[in-house]
């Protein structure tokens, strides 16, 4: 598959992630503040996110491995859009209902470079016997 066909399934997992997520922010939002309605809601979405990219996104079989490192690809969309919401409503006053998506544009094209690498990243094999030994 090529790049631009992985860069448009990842926007159709985006779209889809997006909507996951800011259907629970919005569910959160009346029980907490912003910030927990955020953080609960986009860590729920990173879990559907990780299943969609794995087989719809870049045709890889999910592994544990990969599971655990999923959430890297995450790090820098949460600190992008965290760091934008706090940003959009505090200082500049804008409305929380809608700062989330704002801020999530910003952080897409990094997410996705970081996901490709992780998602498509081979797994190790174990080292043969006679190689390992070889080398002590």
């Known amino acids: 598959m090529t790049v631009q066909a992985q860069m448009f399934r990842f926007a159709l997992v985006g779209v889809v992630n997006t909507a996951t997520y ?5 569910l959160f939002l009346p029980w907490m ?16 996110s990780f299943f969609l990219n794995s087989y719809f996104t870049y045709r890889t ?3 544990w491995r990969k599971f655990l490192l999923f959430p890297l690809t995450n790090a820098a969309n949460f600190v992008i859009t965290t760091s934008g919401v706090c940003l959009l409503v505090d200082v500049l006053h804008f409305g929380s209902r809608y700062a989330p998506l704002v801020a999530a544009a ?3 094209p990094i997410t996705f470079v970081v996901s490709r690498t992780i998602m498509l990243r081979p797994e ?3 080292a043969p016997l006679a190689e390992s030994v070889a080398s002590e």
Do not use: E, N
Request: proline share 10%; hydrophobic share 50%.
């Open 124 to 126: 190790r094999a174990p």
């Open 106 to 108: 910003t952080a897409i």
């Open 22 to 26: 800011y259907g629970c922010y919005l």
């Open 61 to 63: 079989r999910p592994t």
């Open 33 to 48: 503040p912003y910030v927990v309605a955020h953080v609960l809601a986009f860590l729920l979405s990173m879990v559907g």
